[in-house]
């Protein structure tokens, strides 16, 4: 039931992009980014919903299918302080119950 | 504003004691949440309530109870703790339920070790 986030962990240089994929075998009607650093609490990046609208941070941007039940966030120009561990989560539908993905490891190198 | 804030940010516990995790928050969200994330884990939920008087379980109930005291304060208690246990624990809370459209913000976590 846990969404399924692709690749599981991938490194970077500076300046470089990257693509986290989160992908659900239920029905999303929305999908939560956020990211985590070593240590810390995860703090919210984006939410994307059904019909196409999204909040959160002028500098991400990311993707909802909701026929194919994925979601992508893109990283461009990565910075070091990109790096961190990156989860999708979702709300189940009709139980206020929150779910979160498998998680990917992103390290940005200099 | 503090946000979500959370006590104690560290204990240590031997098996069988018991010990109550305090989470408050002061931004008069509806929703509070108790995840365990063990070390290189996802979240995990434990224990959420949606609304202030309202407590449901998530995916990893057993061993703990929760007591959503007000709509401020959202505690996590563990009855007889179990090396198992062993976790960081993180409360969140959000504005509203059911949409969506909400989103979470997590106080600093406590780390737990269970010996």
């Known amino acids: 039931q846990q969404p399924v986030q692709s690749p599981q962990a991938v490194i970077l240089r500076e300046g470089e992009d990257a693509v986290i994929n989160c992908s659900s075998s239920k029905a999303l009607y929305s999908v939560h980014w956020y990211r985590q650093k070593h240590g810390e609490a995860p703090v919210f990046l984006m939410i994307l919903l059904k019909g196409g609208e999204q909040k959160g941070h002028e500098k991400i941007s990311a993707s909802f299918n909701e026929k194919k039940q994925q979601s992508s966030l893109y990283l461009t120009a990565s910075q070091l302080s990109y790096s961190g561990t990156y989860f999708c989560g979702t709300e189940i539908p009709g139980t206020y119950k929150y779910i979160f993905g498998t998680g990917t490891r992103l390290k940005v190198l200099a | 504003n503090a946000g979500v804030t959370q006590t104690p940010k560290f204990q240590v516990l031997k098996t069988g004691q018991s010990m109550t995790l305090q989470c408050a928050q002061d931004m008069n969200h509806n929703s509070m949440y108790w995840y365990r994330q063990d070390p290189g884990m996802g979240l995990r939920l434990i224990y959420y309530s949606a609304s202030e008087g309202t407590t449901d379980k998530g995916e990893v109930p057993n061993g703990y109870n929760v007591s959503r005291l007000n709509k401020r304060e959202f505690s996590l208690r563990l009855e007889s703790a179990a090396p198992s246990q062993t976790s960081v624990y993180f409360c969140?809370?959000?504005?509203?339920?059911?949409?969506?459209?909400?989103?979470?913000?997590f106080g600093p976590g406590t780390r737990l070790t269970v010996t």
């Open positions: 969140a809370s959000k504005k509203g339920y059911g949409s969506g459209y909400y989103e979470q913000y």
